[in-house]
């Protein structure tokens, strides 16, 4: 499994750090065969909504070889996705089988299309930004569509991370990535496409 973090300035990283942690250890228990990752962005430097700067490798790359992409959140994403250029380079994605964000990344994976009549899920703040992008924007903290994943608000990239570590491999495995984190709140076992709604 071959995934590509989408990364851009300004962005959240606890978005993205929380799901590539969870996710890094299906190479590191070697629970999946192949499992690799890229860092990209259309820049060979990011920095995000912090201060904290990322060098880039893999600038715009052509993201249809690839199994997953991933998109992480951030305020810049409001205005990402009227971005012609970005978008276009998202949508390079159209093909790959895995399609993943958290926060308000769902809305780039929106403005590429990939949401269309699908459930989704994004930042409580965001909710209404989402809705013309999806068939419906549901209030939970993970949403699956078939192959394409999006979480809430910040914190639930950890969450996100895990339910993709189950999805793919087991509840048991998922329980002891949970166990090396550390992260007491995910629940195995329990995977359904509307996870940890929203009371």
């Known amino acids: 499994m071959k995934m590509a973090y989408i990364l851009f300035d300004k962005m959240t990283s606890l978005d993205f750090v929380g799901f590539y942690e969870a996710v890094s250890w299906l190479r590191i228990l070697k629970a999946k065969e192949g499992v690799s990752w890229d860092l990209c962005a259309n820049k ?10 990322l060098k880039i490798k893999h600038v715009s ?24 250029e970005f978008v276009s380079w998202i949508q390079s994605a159209r093909d790959v089988q895995y399609k993943v964000s958290v926060c308000t990344g769902a ?28 068939s419906e924007v549901v209030k939970a903290r993970i949403v699956r569509n078939g192959d394409t ?37 995910y629940r195995p076992g329990n995977l359904s496409d509307i996870f940890m709604p929203v009371e």
């Open 44 to 53: 060979e430097e990011i920095t995000d909504d912090r201060g904290m700067t």
């Open 107 to 134: 809305l780039l994976l929106g403005a590429a299309g990939f949401l269309n009549g699908k459930m989704a899920t994004t930042n409580p703040s965001a909710y209404e930004l989402l809705t013309p992008y999806c």
């Open 149 to 185: 994943y999006t979480g809430g608000g910040v914190s639930a990239s950890i969450d996100l991370g895990l339910y993709l570590v189950e999805s793919l491999t087991t509840a048991d495995i998922a329980r002891k990535v949970q166990k090396m984190m550390d992260y007491p709140y």
């Open 61 to 84: 790359p052509d993201l249809s070889g690839y199994d997953l992409i991933f998109i992480p959140g951030g305020m810049p994403t409001r205005e990402l996705r009227y971005d012609t």
